[in-house]
């Protein structure tokens, strides 16, 4: 037995040892795949009676998810996308030369503690949906406008859209776009603005409330054909819902009694308000929290009380939730600007 043996072992070759270890090896890596591709097909399995994937598109990996952007990498995201920024509480017409896209300017803002600032939109437009409205949920009011079988996917689920900001009051949407601007005449409900000019940046709400911004920019789709065509001013056929009728000063209801000798204005808030009209625009313009603190200014340098700018404004179209703190900020600051020699 033991000379049979070794006149096997004998009779095999070191190329043939060599071509049987490469077979083995091969076959064992052959093995495993098999294995493996059959775990694989038992997960895909499972995640499509899930509801996970589909047959045509098995689940993806899943990707670590992009850090969040705030604070200043936030206004530092806007100023790469060409969107200027200002500090909110400065005074002076909305002119886009007053915006900076400059970081080292916006650092220089932001470390010395402020943290409400406005955008300069370029490219951009936004759907500011109030949910909060004292008339009614501005979500409500925008699948009333807009039939939600019709709408793209994206926007049949607002919490899905890819880029957008969570408000103290709503939602804002980011679009691109490249038309033209436009004003408080054309938004498409009064819960529901159209901005293409100037908003706040998403850093804190002037209620001191934090903003959450959710996407990039650099995703942020196309304004939809099917958006576009209910816009005043970007549709002939639009309708406008929300243009305000300018206050009449000569309207009673508005005339103020008695005389303040430190208001040049004839004597009347009602020139103060027509004022302020005249020179940065209506309140029904998109910017009512902006009037109200210009006119503040204006009227607390001449002489007007507190209690007697909000009851003025209380019956103007200028009325915002935030106008309380809106006057009062605005008092605060307004000998600062005197100093500063700002003319109103």
Not at 301 to 326: H, Q, V
Request: aromatic content about 10%; hydrophobic content about 30%; glycine content about 6%.
């Amino acid at each position: 037995m033991k000379r049979k043996q070794k006149k096997q072992t004998e009779s095999i070759s070191p190329e043939e040892l060599c071509e049987l270890s490469a077979m083995l090896a091969k076959t064992i890596a052959l093995e495993r795949t098999h294995q493996g591709g059959y775990k694989t097909k038992i997960k895909t399995e499972k995640a499509i009676s899930h509801g996970n994937a589909t047959e045509n598109a098995p689940r993806a990996r899943k990707m670590p998810p992009k850090p969040k952007l705030e604070g200043l990498e936030l206004l530092y995201h806007f100023a790469d996308h060409n969107c200027g920024i200002k500090d909110f509480w400065e005074v002076g017409p909305e002119k886009p030369e007053s915006f900076t896209t400059d970081k080292k300017k916006i650092s220089a803002m932001w470390k010395t503690g402020k943290r409400q600032f406005k955008l300069f939109l370029r490219g951009y437009i936004v759907i500011d949906i109030d949910r909060h409205h004292k008339n009614a949920d501005g979500l409500e009011r925008f699948y009333k406008i807009y039939d939600i079988k019709r709408l793209p996917s994206a926007l049949q689920n607002i919490s899905a859209f890819p880029c957008r900001v969570e408000t103290p009051n709503g939602v804002h949407l980011y679009f691109r776009y490249n038309g033209p601007q436009l004003n408080g005449r054309h938004n498409l409900d009064h819960a529901i603005e159209v901005k293409t000019k100037t908003i706040t940046a998403p850093i804190i709400h002037r209620n001191g409330k934090p903003y959450v911004w959710l996407g990039n920019l650099d995703v942020a789709p196309r304004l939809f054909p099917i958006i576009r065509e209910k816009i005043p001013g970007l549709n002939p056929k639009a309708k406008n819902a929300t243009t305000s009728k300018p206050i009449n000063p000569n309207n009673k209801k508005f005339m103020r009694k008695g005389t303040n000798l430190l208001n040049p204005f004839n004597d009347s808030m009602e020139n103060v308000y027509e004022h302020i009209c005249n020179k940065y625009g209506h309140p029904g313009d998109g910017f009512r929290n902006e009037f109200c603190y210009y006119f503040g200014i204006a009227a607390g340098k001449k002489g007007f009380s507190e209690t007697e700018i909000l009851n003025y404004l209380k019956n103007t179209p200028a009325k915002t939730d935030d106008m309380i703190t809106t006057i009062q900020s605005a008092l605060k600051s307004q000998a600062v600007n005197s100093a500063r020699g700002i003319n109103l």
